[in-house]
């Protein structure tokens, strides 16, 4: 069975200061693996995937992410994080039969 | 070209009514996903359609919840009827391949 795990539920940044978000998977196969991002009243946005390839994959809006095998691991981050990055991230794995797992998301708050 | 769409964004019911939710996908994706995020929980695959038929239900709670995809446009997930425990965020996405759904801003049904 294929699952997600972010540990963070919550984090606080400073505007400007780095942001890491943590995701684990547990897949059988070669997973997809994505990061969306759910603002305040708004829907889910995908901001980055991995199918293959160069293991550090860039996307929307600064974010990149890294595919570990190894440690089974895609986190997130942005060098230098803005207000309006303040929202919900979900990180998902999917694969050839095309259903999405998800994490249960992690709330990022940016203080001035 | 036009995203995801879903209507209405929000809906109150008082248990035992009915309620049917609407998506429209992207133009030109053949497949459709229902997920659903009951409050403070992980979004939950609840089935795909590809065109017309369903590919994958397996996500779907019990028989009160019947979705279709007339003419392989449109969905229509209805709920009837419904329970407290329906409440929740219900979410549609569409892809052309099983690399990348695109996700629509989500119903919130709220069941009284």
């Known amino acids: 069975a294929q699952s997600v795990t972010q540990p963070d539920i919550h984090i606080t940044v400073s505007e400007g200061a780095s942001l890491e978000l943590r995701c684990n998977y547990s897949?059988?196969?070669?997973?997809?693996l994505f990061w969306y991002v759910q603002s305040p009243g708004q829907g889910l946005q995908l901001l980055l995937k991995?199918?293959?390839?160069?293991?550090l994959v860039q996307g929307i809006k600064g974010f990149e992410a890294e595919f570990k095998r190894s440690q089974s691991s895609f986190n997130l981050r942005k060098p230098s994080v803005h207000w309006s990055d303040a929202a919900e991230y979900f990180c998902?794995?999917?694969?050839?039969?095309?259903?999405?797992?998800f994490g249960a998301g992690t709330t990022v708050t940016v203080r001035a | 070209e036009a995203g995801v769409t879903q209507f209405p964004s929000h809906s109150v019911i008082e248990k035992g009514q009915t309620v049917t939710l609407r998506c429209d996908p992207i133009?030109?994706?053949?497949?459709l996903y229902w997920y659903r995020r009951v409050m403070g929980k992980e979004i939950k695959f609840l089935l795909h359609?590809?065109?017309?038929?369903?590919?994958?239900e397996s996500g779907m709670p019990n028989n009160r919840f019947l979705a279709e995809r007339t003419g392989g446009t449109y969905s229509t997930l209805k709920v009837q009827p419904a329970e407290l425990e329906d409440s929740g965020v219900y979410f549609c996405?569409?892809?052309?391949?099983?690399?990348?759904?695109?996700f629509g801003p989500g119903t919130r049904l709220t069941v009284l």
């Open positions: 996405a569409s892809s052309w391949d099983p690399g990348t759904q695109y």
């Open positions: 897949y059988g196969a070669t997973p997809y």
């Open positions: 991995y199918f293959s390839g160069d293991t």
């Open positions: 998902a794995v999917g694969g050839n039969d095309y259903k999405l797992s």
């Open positions: 133009s030109g994706h053949d497949n």
């Open positions: 359609f590809v065109k017309e038929s369903k590919q994958d």
